[in-house]
């Protein structure tokens, strides 16, 4: 049975899915949409800004969701863990003074993009002195499992191991509790939503696109993804309003 949050009738709030925030892959890379320039990203943050927006990580989000909370607010995520978000994405989500959640692959911190090889180049993941600087400097550290895997695909004592492990690990690492999960392909079923429910998250969030409603089961939120090539009118239009 699904699960409703407790947001207003009517309410619709937009969480925006990134990836990488770097500069863009040559024409004709797979998946070259989940590529933000820096320059991108940052004129995104400043024009919400402008818009009178917080940017929020999925725990400062959660008080809105549950209708605990008003205000003009976006959530702010990033999938994988890359080093390219602590490097340019940080610095400006701290200029706007907006939080954001990254979404760990927990034995990629220190590594790469292992899951794309063949698919993909490689791509760093952030150091554990990165992470840690992450989530000391205000931001949010969630789990993106173990080893980035399509977990509906999975035996369940496997997908069980995925996300319940995530979680000890990232813990580990950071000394605090970690509730934002987010599902690797956007992969989930019933069984893997209660998983996630069971081993402690909060909140979970998919690829499903659509904004954040009294319909959702906090377990799976819609995001929406933002793309290398989205303008202002189509970032504003399709995104957030």
Same mark, same amino acid.
């Given at each position: 049975?699904?699960?409703?949050?407790?947001?207003?009738?009517?309410?619709?709030?937009?969480?925006?899915?990134?990836?990488?925030?770097?500069?863009? +892959? +040559?024409?004709?890379?797979?998946?070259?949409?989940?590529?933000?320039?820096?320059?991108?990203?940052?004129?995104?943050?400043?024009?919400?800004?402008?818009?009178?927006?917080?940017?929020?990580?999925?725990?400062?989000? &959660?008080?809105?969701?549950?209708?605990?909370? @008003?205000?003009?607010?976006?959530?702010?995520? #990033?999938?994988?863990?890359?080093?390219?978000?602590?490097?340019?994405?940080?610095?400006?989500?701290?200029?706007?003074?907006?939080?954001?959640?990254?979404?760990?692959? @927990?034995?990629?911190?220190?590594?790469?993009? &292992? !899951?794309?090889?063949?698919?993909?180049?490689?791509?760093?993941?952030?150091?554990?002195?990165?992470?840690?600087? !992450?989530?000391?400097?205000?931001?949010?550290?969630?789990?993106?499992?173990?080893?980035?895997?399509?977990?509906?695909?999975?035996?369940?004592?496997? &997908?069980?191991?995925?996300?319940?492990?995530?979680? &000890?690990?990232?813990?580990?690492?950071?000394?605090?509790?970690?509730?934002? #999960?987010?599902?690797?392909?956007?992969?989930?079923?019933?069984?893997?939503?209660?998983?996630?429910?069971?081993?402690? #998250?909060?909140?979970?969030?998919?690829?499903?696109?659509?904004?954040?409603?009294?319909?959702?089961?906090?377990?799976?939120?819609?995001?929406?993804?933002?793309?290398? @090539?989205?303008?202002?009118?189509?970032?504003?239009?399709?995104?957030?309003?």
């Amino acid at each position: 049975m699904r699960r409703s949050s407790s947001i207003s009738r009517g309410t619709a709030i937009p969480i925006l899915m990134y990836h990488h925030v770097v500069a863009r +892959p +040559p024409r004709g890379t797979p998946s070259r949409y989940l590529f933000v320039e820096p320059r991108r990203f940052r004129a995104q943050m400043r024009l919400l800004k402008l818009l009178g927006y917080r940017g929020c990580s999925m725990a400062e989000l &959660a008080p809105h969701l549950r209708g605990e909370a @008003s205000g003009k607010v976006v959530g702010i995520t #990033f999938d994988d863990g890359f080093r390219n978000v602590y490097d340019h994405a940080l610095p400006v989500l701290e200029e706007c003074g907006f939080t954001a959640t990254t979404y760990f692959v @927990s034995r990629q911190v220190n590594g790469h993009n &292992a !899951w794309d090889t063949g698919f993909l180049p490689q791509m760093p993941c952030m150091t554990k002195a990165e992470l840690r600087d !992450w989530q000391a400097r205000g931001q949010e550290v969630g789990a993106h499992t173990l080893d980035h895997e399509r977990l509906a695909a999975l035996p369940i004592a496997a &997908a069980e191991r995925q996300i319940a492990g995530s979680k &000890a690990e990232l813990e580990d690492m950071i000394g605090r509790p970690v509730e934002a #999960f987010s599902y690797p392909y956007g992969s989930f079923s019933e069984a893997v939503v209660e998983m996630a429910r069971g081993s402690g #998250f909060t909140t979970g969030t998919t690829t499903l696109s659509g904004k954040a409603t009294a319909t959702h089961d906090p377990l799976r939120l819609p995001r929406m993804t933002v793309g290398g @090539s989205d303008g202002y009118l189509r970032f504003l239009g399709r995104k957030i309003f």
